[in-house]
C-alpha cells in the first residue's frame, strides 16, 4: 500500500534532493564547544550542531543551552546533533533528559512500530523497498507532541534518508483557493476502518484492553464510532486543515490529508479494495470536513507543495534529529540494508480550535 508510500518515480525525486555536502560552519556558540552550522549554503533546514573540541559533553551543553535549543527550534524548526559519539539507545535516553523532554505514548496510530523502552520506539516498520509520506506526527489526533526526536543507531547501506520539510512554506505553495475550499468545506475528515485484516488493531492504535475503555475514550478524543459488527469498528473524525502554532501564532498546513486519502493506494489495490470494501470499508480514506470526496487532483497539488519543500541527508551513527512537530513535517526513504532508527515524541498539546 502507499498510504505511506511511493514508488520508483518518487524515490527518484527524492533522490534528487538529497544534500549530500558537509555541514557549513555558520558560527561558534559563546563557550565555542560546538559548531553550528547548515548542510549547505542557504538552507536553513536543519541546524546542525558538531563538536569544536574532544570529548563534548553534549548532554551537559544541553542542559546549559537550553533557551537557545528552544529559540533555534520555534524559528528554524530543526536540529541535528552530530559526531558527539553516540553510540547505544542508553545515550538516547540520556539526551531525552537532558532536554527535559515529556514523552507520550504514540496514540490513536496506524503504523507499526517495537517499543524499545518507556515510550521510546522504532520508527515505522514499513519494508524497505516503500518510501513514506510526508506527514507530522499525529496530527489528526486531539492531542499530539510538540517535539519529535529521530535517533540513527544504524544507518541502511543506501538511501532511508528521513526527509523533512516545512509546513510553513508548504502552507503558502498551495493556491488560496484550495485553502479557501477546506475552510468553506469545514476541514478534512478522517475515516478508519478497524478489524478487516488490515493495519493496526484497536486495541493496539488506541491502547485500550476492552470496547468499555475504548467506548471511553473515543468521544473525549472527538472520535465518531459505529460497530459494523463484533470486531469491526469504524470511526470519523473531523479536524482543520490549518492550524495555528500556539507559541509561534504562525499558520501551518497540518494534517494527514494526502497521507490518508485513497489515491495513495498503489491503483491495481485501490480498485481491489473498492471493489470488494467499497468506500465505506476501505481501511482509511480522507475527505472534506462535510464527508463529500477530495478531488484527485487536489490531493496531488498538496504532493507538489510538499516535495518542492523537502531535503534529505544521509544518516550517520550517532545522529539526534530533534524537530517542532508542528513546523516540520517528515517522511521516509526507501532503502538498501539495515536500518535502525529510534524515535521518541513528547511535549503534549492539546487542539483548542474545536
Request: with cysteine; proline share 7%; charged share 25%.
Amino acid at each position: 500500500m502507499k498510504n505511506a508510500t511511493q514508488t520508483a518515480p518518487a524515490r527518484e525525486k527524492w533522490a534528487s534532493r538529497r544534500k549530500l555536502v558537509q555541514p557549513k560552519a555558520i558560527n561558534v556558540s559563546p563557550d565555542s564547544l560546538v559548531n553550528i552550522g547548515t548542510l549547505s549554503p542557504g538552507q536553513a533546514l536543519p541546524v546542525v550542531v558538531e563538536p569544536n573540541i574532544k570529548d563534548v559533553d553534549l548532554m551537559d551543553w544541553l542542559r546549559n543551552n537550553r533557551e537557545w535549543m528552544e529559540s533555534t527550534l520555534l524559528k528554524e524548526g530543526g536540529i541535528l546533533f552530530r559526531g558527539f559519539g553516540l553510540s547505544d539507545q542508553t545515550h538516547f535516553e540520556q539526551f531525552i533528559n537532558a532536554i527535559s523532554l515529556p514523552l507520550m505514548e504514540y496514540m490513536e496510530g496506524a503504523t507499526p512500530r517495537v517499543r524499545m523502552g518507556d515510550k521510546v520506539y522504532t520508527s515505522t516498520e514499513f519494508p524497505p523497498e516503500r518510501s513514506i509520506s510526508i506527514h507530522n506526527e499525529l496530527c489528526y489526533v486531539m492531542t499530539w507532541p510538540m517535539k519529535i526526536l529521530f535517533y540513527c543507531v544504524t544507518p541502511p547501506e543506501q538511501g532511508g534518508e528521513t526527509p523533512i520539510g516545512d509546513v510553513r512554506k508548504v502552507l503558502q505553495r498551495i493556491s488560496p483557493e484550495t485553502r479557501d475550499r477546506f475552510e468553506r468545506k469545514g476541514g478534512w475528515t478522517l475515516l478508519r476502518n478497524f478489524g478487516g485484516g488490515f493495519g493496526l488493531p484497536w486495541q493496539t492504535s488506541f491502547h485500550v484492553a476492552d470496547k468499555k475503555e475504548l467506548e471511553e475514550y473515543l468521544p473525549s478524543a472527538r472520535v465518531e464510532f459505529e460497530w459494523i459488527d463484533e470486531n469491526h469498528l469504524r470511526t470519523r473524525q473531523r479536524r482543520p486543515a490549518v492550524t495555528r502554532h500556539p507559541k509561534t501564532g504562525e499558520w501551518v498546513w497540518f494534517n494527514h490529508i494526502g497521507f490518508w486519502h485513497v489515491s495513495s493506494l498503489e491503483p491495481e489495490l485501490r480498485r481491489l479494495f473498492l471493489s470488494d470494501l467499497g468506500e465505506e470499508g476501505l481501511p482509511f480514506n480522507s475527505y472534506y470536513g462535510d464527508g463529500t470526496p477530495i478531488e484527485d487532483e487536489t490531493i496531488e497539488e498538496l504532493r507538489r507543495a510538499y516535495e518542492a519543500e523537502m531535503v534529505a541527508f544521509p544518516w550517520q551513527v550517532g545522529d539526534v534529529l530533534l524537530l517542532d512537530n508542528m513546523l516540520v513535517a517528515h517522511g521516509r526513504n526507501p532503502f538498501v540494508g539495515t536500518r535502525k532508527i529510534l524515535t521518541a515524541m513528547g511535549e503534549p498539546y492539546t487542539r483548542q480550535d474545536i
